[in-house]
């Protein structure tokens, strides 16, 4: 795996790549065979040879959007509040945990890999670099993670089967190393910090019943690319093909043409041709 510069719209087209993404779309596939409860759709549009996948809000994610309760959105602060603990702005700086939580600001990393014959090009959110570590990139980045305080063996059994798949699948995706996490109590305050080697993550699942296995997750992975190379063969930035999956359902797909699914800007297309 190696990380990619920038590219400017026309060096893209020259890029000898099948795929053109996001590390969320891929995580979502990546973890469908172990995922029951949560469906998705993915919108896929081949465009001058490359395949490009795009996320399309279910029904149900859409709900659930709109009637965040209270509790949820203070879990999703607590998130990036652990995070500017964890963070300062320069290499030689120390956090500053006084300032005002800004979720807006980010760092991609984009990424230029292969998974069996398929090759990917995709970025994914980054959220630190270890200063006491001098590697390249990616293997100086961290995942900064935030969960609940495990006090039971089935809260213990939970995490490992549900939780860490979720944050293998991140993280090794982009090539992240490390993840730091810290584990809260009800009121919100960080009791402990651990950190995880993510090529061991998938020994910790091991002891569970029902546990989950990451060459299943990528062999999955590779088969539903290979189905969507042979779905959409039409070249055209204006016929999308939507792919959905449902819990407990195989993979489906229907094709649109010049419809509300469409996500390649104009401006982009003109670019490329």
Not at 107 to 124: A, E, K, M
Not at 133 to 159: H, M, V, W
Request: proline share 4%; aromatic share 12%.
């Amino acid at each position: 795996m190696q990380e990619a510069s920038l590219y400017s719209n026309k060096e893209l087209s020259t890029l000898d790549v099948d795929f053109v993404t996001s590390r969320g779309r891929l995580t979502k596939v990546l973890t469908t065979p172990y995922e029951n409860l949560s469906s998705w759709l993915l919108a896929v549009t081949k465009f001058q040879g490359i395949l490009y996948i795009n996320e399309v809000e279910t029904e149900a994610a859409r709900i659930n959007r709109n009637n965040r309760t209270e509790s949820h959105e203070e879990n999703i602060y607590w998130g990036y509040k652990f995070e500017q603990y964890i963070c300062s702005d320069k290499i030689d700086g120390s956090p500053d945990s006084s300032g005002v939580v800004n979720s807006n600001e980010a760092f991609y990393t984009v990424v230029q890999t292969c998974l069996s014959d398929h090759r990917l090009l995709f970025s994914g959110e980054v959220d630190c670099r270890d200063k006491a570590n001098s590697s390249d990139p990616p293997a100086c980045y961290l995942e900064l993670k935030t969960a609940g305080n495990i006090l039971t063996d089935k809260q213990r059994g939970k995490f490992n089967r549900f939780k860490l798949l979720q944050w293998w699948a991140q993280s090794f995706l982009v090539g992240v190393p490390r993840i730091v996490a810290g584990f809260r109590n009800d009121d919100g305050v960080v009791v402990s910090v651990k950190t995880f080697e993510v090529s061991n993550i998938p020994k910790l699942a091991e002891s569970e019943v029902n546990c989950w296995k990451p060459n299943i997750c990528m062999n999955f992975c590779s088969e539903f690319l290979s189905f969507v190379k042979r779905v959409a063969i039409e070249d055209n930035p204006h016929v999308v093909y939507l792919f959905s999956r449902n819990p407990r359902s195989n993979v489906t797909y229907t094709v649109h043409k010049d419809s509300s699914y469409s996500f390649l800007p104009d401006w982009y297309v003109k670019e490329m041709i």
